[in-house]
């Protein structure tokens, strides 16, 4: 039996990255997937993807930072399926901005109305429609909401907000059979990495690249899918009693206080891809 077979679950920000790599999973296991993105296009061009493969899934536009575009998805929830049993707020924006007292005031606005807010507003208008029957709950963190980054204390700020949220809603919602996790990341090959220093073939973004390969344990960047996968299994009824957690999927960086070693190793050099 497929892992989600005859679950609805909604994606936010599913239109390319790590929700993209997601809905296709949740899809190959049976869940009816609804991409819900601000890039209505791209994100038919998932639900599409999907379709090619065999799975059932539509596309929904949404902004996640206005109350009234989350407000819409959830209606079309609500008359379209009735109950939702998985919600996976993904939908998240990062940029540098520079030292605190440099860092653009719109910026830190738009990063946490996005990234914070946005888990918010959703899980708020989602959930009446898991409280029949349970479900699960994942909220994006990131390892940079439990460590922090030069230049992005807004985006640092958001996800770390985000890792207690998440406490916060797994406690309000455990009675009512509703688990509530956070899925922090850590640097993976996506759309995201090009906004925040450029692209692999630009020098800034090749440079950014090479150095994280240097300093993660593995050796390279993550892939959308080994996101989506740990994204499954808090999803799926295989972590039944999970709740209230962050599952951090970094490639062992923050497991470490010194690199020791890793410093003077160039092994990166040969394995990463
Ligand atoms: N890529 C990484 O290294 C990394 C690391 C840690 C955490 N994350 C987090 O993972 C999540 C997915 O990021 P990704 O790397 O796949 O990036 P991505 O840019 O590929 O995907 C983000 C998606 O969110 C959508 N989106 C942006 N603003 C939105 C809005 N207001 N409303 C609805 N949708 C919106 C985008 O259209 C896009 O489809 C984000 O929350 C991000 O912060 C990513």
């Not at 692999?200 to 390969?213: L, S």
Request: glycine share 10%; hydrophobic share 40%; charged share 20%.
């Amino acid at each position: 039996m497929k892992r989600l077979e005859n679950k609805v679950a909604v994606i936010t920000g599913s239109a390319t990255g790590i929700g993209q790599a997601t809905a296709l999973v949740f899809a190959e296991q049976g869940a009816t997937v609804v991409c819900a993105d601000v890039d209505l296009e791209k994100a038919q061009a998932t639900v599409k993807q999907i379709e090619q493969a065999g799975g059932k899934a539509e596309a929904v536009h949404v902004d996640v930072s206005q109350v009234d575009s989350v407000k819409q998805l959830a209606d079309h929830l609500a008359s379209t399926y009735g109950t939702v049993d998985v919600l996976f707020n993904n939908a998240g924006i990062d940029q540098q901005g520079g030292k605190v007292h440099e860092y653009p005031i719109e910026l830190f606005d738009q990063i946490i109305a996005v990234d914070l807010r946005g888990t918010f507003l959703t899980s708020k208008f989602v959930i009446p429609l898991m409280l029949k029957n349970g479900g699960s709950i994942i909220n994006t963190s990131s390892m940079s909401g439990r460590a922090a980054d030069l230049n992005r204390s807004g985006y640092n700020a958001a996800k770390g907000g985000i890792a207690n949220f998440t406490r916060a809603m797994a406690i309000d919602y455990a009675r009512e059979g509703i688990r509530v996790n956070s899925l922090s990341p850590g640097t993976i090959e996506t759309p995201l990495i090009d906004t925040l220093v450029g692209g692999k073939e630009e020098e800034q973004g090749k440079q950014f690249r090479d150095a994280n390969a240097w300093i993660t344990p593995l050796g390279r960047l993550g892939k959308p899918r080994e996101m989506a996968t740990v994204a499954l299994f808090l999803a799926s009824d295989d972590s039944s009693y999970v709740t209230g957690e962050d599952i951090t999927a970094d490639g062992g960086i923050m497991a470490y206080t010194w690199p020791g070693e890793m410093l003077i190793d160039d092994k990166w050099k040969t394995d990463a891809e």
